[in-house]
């Protein structure tokens, strides 16, 4: 095992077959993989976009309760990550570890999707307690597909710039995922529906469902998995115990800076992200007055976040990740404080203010999950272990647990305003809607430029850690 206090890599030769050398990525299979990321945010959007609005505005759970039971459903997802990593790592099949849970996950997935967008008749206390289990459904199988989906990444390409454009790609499939579900959702509830929300939500999510599956199904075809793509790796080679496995994984990322500098920087934009993403629906409906046109300004607002993609794309090739993620919290910090701050923003302004933030918080998507698979390599060459889904996995369930938390916060804090649904909102409620629209995802960002200042792995350092690990002698 190499040491672990070393921060850059010495030069190494350059070799044929290193990341920086290898043949660049056919259409089919670029596409076929980004197309997967499209299917997820069908599912991750509309929770994330309309579950609790779904929850407060039409079946009349109050804020407080609905958000309690997103940080219960966080919290258990975040918890299941880890464990999928767990299980995709130790999975061994002909199709190969990652691929087989698209095709198998897909069905299920897509029914559970529908269970949590439907409204039964039962007494509040019953209709929370089902919110809850349907919500906690889909995110156990929502986590099944995506762990193996991202890990996929890691062993499609070994090269940092390779990895930047595919990340590129497959962040427009999401945002276009995004945008496809603000529409579809709330237009087919209401179509399906009759002009009663609750029943058509259900109809509609089901719809949603089945071009998931789809999906889904393509991403399966199209991209093949590399037997032993990792260096040194033996995939027909014996397991290592589950527990001393597991222990050995988690003092890695207790050591690995670079790591822990890249998911406390995420963290700290989900956290506050989440707040902004969760409240932009009271936000056009009670500040801007412009509940009218939340299907047309939800998908307006990810449009902008797909079109800034090829920008942090083009940026980060020209500069580094970490100059994308510091570019796009600067953005984010100036458009968050204008909505902060401007006291009664007409409706343009008000969604040019949402759109100039969703552009700029793109830069974070870009940046992370660029940076997370490189962090692999770092941590096999310094550590001598290679865990791309379980690395995926704690990834995933941070993350998760920071929207939970966010989620149960917005929503107690909504409370204690004064926020009651469907009402004229008082002066109080109006001005918490606005910090968390504004405020908080400023102070997440300002923040997570100071831990991202000391990440240090650019295309140059990618190249001499894969360099490094291609000459050493085998372990």
Same mark, same amino acid.
């Given at each position: 095992m190499t040491t672990t206090r070393a921060t850059r890599v010495p030069d190494a030769p350059a070799l044929q077959d290193s990341g920086a050398h290898e043949p660049p990525l056919g259409a089919r299979l670029r596409y076929g993989f980004a197309v997967g990321d499209f299917g997820l945010n069908l599912y991750w959007q509309g929770l994330g976009l309309f579950l609790i609005y779904f929850q407060t505005d039409v079946l009349g759970i109050p804020a407080s309760w609905a958000g309690l039971c997103y940080l219960i459903a966080s919290v258990w997802d975040g918890l299941s990550d880890p464990i999928m990593g767990v299980i995709a790592d130790r999975t061994r099949t002909r199709w190969g570890r990652y691929r087989p849970y698209l095709l198998l996950g897909s069905v299920p997935l897509a029914l559970a999707f529908a269970l949590s967008f439907s409204a039964p008749q039962l007494p509040l206390p019953w209709l929370i307690a089902y919110s809850l289990a349907t919500q906690m459904l889909v995110r156990a199988l929502y986590t099944a597909l995506a762990i193996p989906y991202s890990s996929l990444s890691v062993v499609i390409t070994h090269s940092s710039d390779a990895r930047t454009r595919l990340t590129g790609l497959r962040m427009q499939f999401a945002f276009l995922g995004g945008i496809a579900v603000a529409y579809l959702l709330p237009s087919? $509830?209401?179509?399906?529906?009759?002009?009663?929300?609750?029943?058509?939500?259900?109809?509609? $999510?089901?719809?949603?469902? %089945?071009?998931?599956?789809?999906?889904?199904?393509?991403?399966?075809? %199209?991209?093949?998995?590399?037997?032993?793509?990792?260096?040194? &790796?033996?995939?027909?080679?014996?397991?290592?115990?589950?527990?001393?496995? #597991?222990?050995?994984?988690? &003092?890695?990322?207790?050591?690995?800076?670079?790591?822990?500098?890249?998911?406390?920087?995420?963290?700290?934009?989900v956290f506050t992200l989440t707040m902004h993403t969760r409240n932009t629906v009271y936000y056009l409906k009670y500040t801007l007055g412009a509940v009218d046109a939340v299907g047309t300004i939800l998908p307006l607002l990810t449009a902008a976040s797909f079109a800034s993609v090829p920008l942090w794309v083009l940026v980060t090739r020209r500069t580094s990740k970490r100059g994308t993620w510091l570019l796009g919290a600067a953005g984010t910090i100036a458009f968050s404080l204008g909505i902060q701050f401007v006291p009664a923003p007409s409706r343009v302004l008000g969604v040019f203010l949402l759109c100039g933030v969703a552009a700029s918080t793109s830069a974070f998507a870009v940046a992370f999950w660029a940076m997370l698979p490189d962090t692999v390599e770092y941590n096999e060459l310094h550590f001598g272990r290679r865990d791309e889904a379980k690395l995926f996995g704690i990834a995933s369930m941070a993350q998760k647990i920071a929207m939970g938390l966010s989620a149960a916060a917005?929503?107690?804090?909504?409370? #204690?305003?004064?926020?009651?649904?469907?009402?004229?909102?008082?002066?109080?409620?109006?001005?918490?809607?606005?910090?968390?629209?504004?405020?908080?995802?400023?102070?997440?960002?300002?923040?997570?430029?100071?831990?991202?200042?000391?990440?240090?792995?650019?295309?140059?350092?990618? &190249?001499?850690?894969?360099?490094?690990?291609?000459?050493r002698s085998p372990a």
């Open positions: 087919l $509830a209401g179509w399906l529906g009759s002009g009663t929300g609750a029943q058509g939500y259900g109809y509609a $999510a089901l719809l949603i469902g %089945a071009l998931a599956t789809g999906v889904f199904g393509l991403c399966f075809v %199209a991209v093949p998995e590399p037997p032993g793509r990792a260096a040194g &790796r033996n995939e027909a080679g014996p397991l290592p115990p589950l527990v001393s496995d #597991a222990r050995a994984f988690l &003092r890695l990322v207790a050591r690995s800076q670079p790591l822990l500098r890249v998911l406390l920087g995420k963290l700290l934009v917005s929503g107690w804090f909504l409370e #204690a305003s004064g926020f009651v649904a469907n009402t004229a909102q008082l002066p109080g409620a109006v001005d918490a809607i606005r910090t968390t629209m504004g405020l908080a995802p400023a102070a997440g960002a300002l923040l997570s430029v100071v831990v991202m200042q000391g990440y240090r792995i650019d295309a140059a350092e990618h &190249r001499r850690i894969l360099q490094a690990l291609q000459t």
